[in-house]
């Protein structure tokens, strides 16, 4: 029992130090708006959306950033519904300057994002999913930070759950408040890789193309920012909605994609570990830790401390697990429930290496447009 307990310290030290840095450490400083805002290419990759994407073209025109500092772009990725259709009649309704495109083969986001670029009229990109939904200044907010600093190259905003009654969105809740409070440390002292798809900016003469081998394109993004030498930041201020599956097996799916594509992205830009600067020799291996090591290291420790259990008294083993289920059952939002989670996501994932998860199925949560 006693080794499993330095086990499951050993598991959760990489979290401790976050969180000792969350509340002990640089604090990140808001930026003002500018006086005028650059134009910017607005890239939106979907695939079976039809049911969500007239609304999300709406969230869009409904932002506060100026109606002619930006253009769309929406790629269509071979969809098997009339996303495309319904996404041309949007953007015409809109008003909004726009280019559509129609994959003639499922390419998946990166690649989709690589070939839309070739075409964006503007030097600034905002890549952004075709299920999600900004606040109305999350766009001022992100371009704001991208322009505070000649350093930084590419920013990614606040992803958070719509709320509502169901337990998958109030486990992902719980998990999203300390995650994004991870990456805003990280992105304070210097860089953090862990962007979040739905919002991302990036400056196209520092960042020409999104590695679409293999990981995540957020992640990816950020990593080249770092790579030359430049900032890739976090800001919570530029918050966008995502709806969570209500299914759990809907959400499974999704969360291990991601999960995969992310520890692909760490372990594809381990020679960054060389660098002269934190990220590197700070940051960098504590989430290769968290992704890499602590998922095993947890449900070794959980095992081992429940075996030793068992072995003082069975009984009290029964009552600590009928406690943990009565909890999981009445505190939805239970952080430690949600921290579990997310290590066996994490921990599918890395049994995932090695499968192509570039394309992606539409996970939005459905209901009538």
């Given at each position: 029992m006693l080794i499993g307990i330095v086990i499951f310290f050993a598991a959760v030290l990489p979290y401790i130090i976050y969180l000792t840095g969350i509340f002990f450490g640089k604090k990140s400083v808001p930026c003002p708006f500018p006086a005028t805002y650059p134009a910017i290419s607005i890239i939106i990759s979907a695939y079976n959306e039809e049911l969500v994407v007239s609304q999300r073209i709406a969230n869009l025109a409904s932002c506060h950033y100026p109606r002619d500092s930006y253009e769309v772009i929406f790629v269509d990725d071979c969809s098997s519904d009339r996303t495309l259709e319904r996404a041309r009649v949007s953007l015409e309704k809109a008003g909004i300057m726009h280019t559509v495109i129609a994959n003639t083969?499922?390419?998946?986001?990166?690649?989709?994002?690589?070939?839309?670029?070739?075409?964006?009229?503007?030097?600034?990109?905002?890549?952004?999913?075709?299920?999600?939904?900004?606040?109305?200044?999350?766009?001022n907010y992100l371009i704001a930070r991208l322009m505070s600093d000649p350093k930084i190259a590419a920013v990614t905003g606040e992803l958070q759950p719509r709320m509502n009654a169901n337990s998958t969105t109030?486990?992902?809740?719980?998990?999203r408040s300390f995650y994004g409070r991870m990456c805003d440390w990280e992105s304070t002292v210097d860089s953090t890789y862990n962007f979040n798809g739905a919002l991302v900016a990036f400056r196209t003469d520092l960042i020409r193309r999104i590695d679409d081998k293999r990981g995540s394109d957020d992640a990816n993004t950020a990593f080249e920012a770092i790579r030359r030498g430049y900032r890739a930041v976090y800001e919570t201020?530029?918050?966008?909605?995502?709806?969570?599956?209500?299914?759990?097996?809907?959400?499974?799916?999704?969360?291990?994609?991601?999960?995969?594509?992310?520890?692909?992205?760490?372990?594809?830009?381990?020679?960054?570990?060389?660098?002269?600067?934190?990220?590197?020799?700070?940051?960098?291996?504590?989430?290769?830790?968290?992704?890499?090591?602590?998922?095993?290291?947890?449900?070794?420790?959980?095992?081992?401390?429940?075996?030793?259990?068992?072995?003082?008294?069975?009984?009290?083993?029964?009552?600590?697990?009928?406690?943990?289920?009565?909890?999981?059952l009445v505190w939805k939002d239970n952080l430690f429930i949600a921290f579990t989670l997310n290590q066996f996501y994490l921990f599918r994932g890395l049994l995932n290496l090695g499968k192509d998860m570039r394309v992606w199925e539409s996970t939005s949560k459905k209901g009538n447009t």
């Open positions: 083969e499922r390419l998946g986001t990166n690649r989709s994002y690589n070939h839309a670029m070739k075409i964006a009229k503007y030097p600034i990109i905002v890549t952004t999913d075709a299920d999600v939904f900004f606040e109305p200044s999350a766009l109030k486990l992902e809740g719980a998990y201020r530029a918050v966008v909605y995502e709806d969570i599956p209500v299914s759990f097996k809907v959400q499974y799916r999704q969360k291990i994609r991601r999960a995969t594509r992310l520890i692909e992205a760490t372990l594809a830009n381990l020679d960054l570990l060389h660098e002269h600067r934190p990220f590197s020799r700070f940051f960098y291996p504590l989430r290769i830790s968290i992704a890499i090591f602590t998922p095993a290291l947890f449900f070794l420790s959980l095992i081992l401390m429940a075996v030793g259990i068992f072995f003082i008294n069975p009984f009290i083993l029964a009552a600590i697990a009928g406690l943990g289920l009565v909890v999981a």
